[in-house]
């Protein structure tokens, strides 16, 4: 009977001695990096955002997770009419940013401080929305272009004159430019009305703002 319990406890310890080196082997790692050694997740469920290479030296890298399109709730085809009217407008709220900044430090004239103080008010909306629009770009799957470069390229405002602005050049200026920009929003509001509900729903909301803002600088020159 001795023999046998014998036996059976060498066994034992034979079959233990592997799980005891692994655990010597953790405790060792963590002696060493104090950190645990990270425990096994399995076989991953995100898609690889790992970027294809660019097909040539001026390419684009592009992040673009194709198995990730499923998940957009927005339907494929309405995708790219959002994406062209959304972009536009947010190359022009940045483009009326940089205005509204330009006439806010160069400012001159007898109601500078008022005017001073509602530039910057215009100047912080103007943020507010391009980083509307152009968040719901990327909701529908696609990249938004803010560059400066693309700004002074596709805003069509006119170039914005440098130099110390009195009061008055400064409403018509930007009146004009705000009008301007307002008249299009109306129309891609028509236009994706059609489309989608929820972005138009959302340049109404900027169509009110630019309204005012128009109407709060024309009674200056009334």
Do not use: C
């Not at 770009?137 to 006119?158: C, E, F, M, S, Y």
């Amino acid at each position: 009977m001795k023999i046998y319990f014998l036996a059976a406890s060498v066994a034992l310890l034979a079959a233990a001695a592997p799980y005891q080196a692994t655990a010597q082997s953790r405790r060792a790692n963590r002696t060493t990096t104090g950190q645990a050694a990270p425990a096994a997740t399995g076989t991953p469920t995100a898609p690889d955002n790992t970027p294809t290479p660019p097909a040539d030296p001026n390419g684009k890298l592009d992040y673009r997770n194709p198995a990730a399109d499923a998940l957009i709730p927005v339907e494929a085809e309405k995708r790219q009419p959002i994406t062209d009217d959304l972009q536009a407008t947010v190359v022009e709220l940045l483009e009326l940013y940089h205005d509204a900044k330009q006439s806010h430090w160069n400012l001159r004239g007898p109601i500078y401080l008022p005017l001073h103080e509602q530039l910057q008010q215009y100047a912080n909306q103007y943020l507010k929305y391009a980083d509307i629009m152009a968040e719901r770009v990327l909701q529908v799957g696609h990249p938004i272009d803010g560059r400066t470069a693309v700004v002074a390229a596709n805003a069509n405002l006119g170039e914005f004159p440098g130099g110390y602005l009195s009061d008055k050049q400064m409403l018509i200026l930007m009146t004009e430019r705000i009008t301007t920009v307002a008249k299009r929003v109306r129309q891609r509001i028509d236009h994706l009305g059609k489309i989608d509900e929820v972005t138009s729903n959302q340049l109404q909301e900027l169509s009110y703002v630019l309204d005012k803002q128009v109407w709060q600088f024309r009674v200056h020159m009334q």
